[in-house]
Structures are given as C-alpha cells and as structure tokens.
C-alpha cells in the first residue's frame, strides 16, 4: 500500500481479459457493452412512445458505426501529436481514444439524415436516445480504469486510484495515487441517466427538450472532470480544450431547450402508457 495511503483503488496491470487463447480488450469489450445497454433502452423508450420497432432497428447499426467514427476522428483531430510517429495508433481503438463528443456528433449526424429520409421524428429520436447515452457513458468510462488513463490529480483519499509508474504524466512519477476520476463520471452519469428517466416520465416536456437536458446535464460536470484531470492536453487561454466544447455545448443546450419551449413539437401527456405500434405500422410514420 502507498505509503500515507489508508485505503486505495488497484489498477489491473493489464487491460486485457484472456478467455483461452482469445485475448479481449476491456476498453474496447467496455465500450461494446455500453452501445448494447444503450441500443436495447432506446428501442424500449423509443416502441413504447408508439414507434415501430423496425424503424428503429434499421437505422441503428448505421448510427452506431456513425458514432464511433465520429469517436475517432475528433480525437485524430484535437490529439494529432499523439500519432505523428505512429500512424498504425490511429486505428487502435482499443487502447483509448474515442471521443464523447465526436460520438454524439457523428451518431447525431446519421440518426438526422436516416430519419429525415424515412419521414422518422428526430426530435423523439434523440430523447429517446438522451437517458441511453448517459447509461453508455457510466460504463464506458470504466475502459480508462483498465488501461490507466486519465485519472486526476495526487490524492490520498480512501478511494484513490493507484497508477503504474509506466502510466504516469511527467512531473507526478513521484505520486502513487490519484483521483479516479473515470469512477466520478460513471456514478454521475448512472445518476444522471436516471434522473432524466424521472424527469420524462413526470414533467410535461416538448420534444427534444430531453435531450437537451442530457447535454447541459453531462457538460456541467464533464466541465469540472476535465480540468481535475492531469494528462496532457491542448489548452486555449486557462483552460483545456476539452473544457471550452463543454463550457460552449453548456450554454448552447441551454438556449436550444428554452427556445424548443415556444417552437418545439408537443409531445403526448403520457407517451409511456402508448400501446406498441405493430411492425406493420398500425400508428403509421411518426411526423
């Protein structure tokens, strides 16, 4: 145990889970559970709501594919230097390296286009998908557990986290135990999920409003995760980059909900207490 250090938080020395002789990364075995989870709560909220399940089901595969690229690529773009020497990194996912931002952008873009093309409600889409997200996001964040990243600051509290010497930022090889912030973001993003569960089903929103809840809700504290952690990473001014797109998507959702209140489509009084549409489209195309 470190020394000063009541209590701590092990890292697994590897992030590899052998079954026989097939090796399975858990950051990208994580990653994978989370879209399950995501996928099967969307389709529920999304049937119950009164949609075919079909629709959904077509579209998804695209939207996830959509999401993981967009994963990539915003993380290609703000962490280029990171493959300057090794271009073969940019392809492996499962070492880290997947964007939350770029996910939500990338999937958001391909749910858009596909429910624009087959006359689908958007705006109902992505409520349906905002509670989904924040479930992924609890356990998807536990893949940065497995292969040490970005944690926080030195700490001595009873649940801090125990990093490798090898996986330490320059200037803390001398800390033994950091703040395990991966576990903060998947507890508030458990809570945070449920709560807009609570809130679809008791308060009289318009549609789309969910989800911008679910932005303003994950930026407010991604914004402060972001500066706790000390891994390195670009900066404008004082702050992380990462930290401006959160302060920025903050605000924007902010002004996207209040403006859906006097623009947005009205949503049934209690859409969870619709009968499931048949395959064959008892209720027709959702307008």
């Not at 958001?108 to 705006?123: K, T």
């Not at 030195?154 to 990093?163: D, G, K, N, Q, S």
């Not at 609570?198 to 989800?211: A, C, E, P």
């Not at 000390?230 to 209040?258: C, K």
Request: charged share 15%; glycine share 10%.
């Amino acid at each position: 145990m470190p020394a000063g250090v009541i209590a701590f938080i092990p890292s697994p020395s590897d992030g590899v889970l052998h079954l026989g002789p097939v090796p399975f990364h858990m950051y990208g075995l994580l990653l994978a559970i989370g879209v399950l989870v995501a996928v099967r709560v969307t389709e529920v909220r999304w049937v119950r709501r009164g949609h075919r399940a079909r629709d959904f089901s077509d579209m998804v595969v695209w939207i996830v594919i959509g999401g993981v690229v967009g994963a990539r690529v915003y993380h290609l773009i703000t962490d280029f230097q990171l493959y300057t020497h090794h271009l073969v990194g940019a392809l492996e996912i499962w070492d880290g390296g997947l964007s939350i931002w770029g996910a939500v952008l990338g999937g958001a873009a391909v749910a858009l286009i596909l429910a624009r093309r087959r006359h689908l409600d958007f705006a109902d889409l992505a409520d349906c998908i905002a509670p989904a997200l924040a479930f992924a996001q609890a356990i998807g964040r536990w893949g940065n557990y497995f292969n040490q990243e970005l944690f926080g600051g030195p700490t001595r509290v009873p649940w801090a986290l125990e990093i490798d010497v090898s996986h330490r930022p320059a200037g803390y090889t001398q800390f033994a135990t950091f703040h395990p912030t991966f576990l903060y973001e998947s507890l508030y993003c458990l809570a945070l999920g449920l709560v807009l569960l609570w809130i679809d089903h008791h308060v009289r929103l318009r549609k789309g409003q969910l989800f911008c809840l679910y932005v303003a809700g994950y930026t407010v504290a991604r914004f402060v995760f972001e500066e706790m952690r000390i891994d390195p990473a670009h900066t404008i001014g004082p702050l992380r980059v990462n930290a401006w797109v959160a302060a920025a998507l903050f605000v924007g959702s902010l002004v996207w909900f209040w403006w859906l209140r006097t623009h947005g489509a009205e949503r049934p009084q209690e859409p969870h207490d619709l009968e499931p549409a048949s395959e064959t489209g008892d209720f027709g195309p959702a307008t």
